[in-house]
């Protein structure tokens, strides 16, 4: 059975940081992309950042660039996106999906808040 779980989001004040997490299970996420997407209420869905299987390559939204920062660790299992400098317009649900050719997997979802 496979499993995707999001952490880590929460509430913050704007310039904070959050550090997201997505776990897996049931599945061996090194052959897998990575992509976090948001979505807020009224919203269209929207991708975040996307990092490839090979590690080598990374994509940024322009409204993630120069503040957010995709990763992953293999041997942990789990992929994370480091969000600094964080901005009202930030808050959403984030959700993580894992991707290998046709196989796609997504997570529950994280809620970020950004607010005074």
């Known amino acids: 059975q496979v499993q995707l779980v999001e952490s880590g989001g929460g509430l913050v004040q704007p310039g904070g940081s959050l550090r997201l997490s997505c776990a897996a299970s049931?599945?061996?996420?090194?052959?897998?992309?990575i992509t976090w997407f948001r979505q807020a209420p009224g919203k269209e869905h929207e991708g975040v950042s996307c990092?490839?299987?090979?590690?080598?390559?990374?994509y940024y939204a322009d409204s993630a660039k120069g503040r957010f920062t995709i990763s992953r660790d293999n041997a942990k299992n789990t992929g994370y996106l480091q969000m600094n400098s964080l901005k009202p317009e930030d808050t959403a649900v984030y959700y993580c999906?894992?991707?290998?050719?046709?196989?796609?997997?997504w997570g529950q979802g994280t809620q970020v808040t950004v607010s005074s």
């Open positions: 049931g599945v061996t996420l090194d052959y897998y992309t």
């Open positions: 999906n894992a991707r290998y050719s046709f196989l796609s997997y």
């Open positions: 990092i490839g299987s090979s590690d080598g390559n990374a």
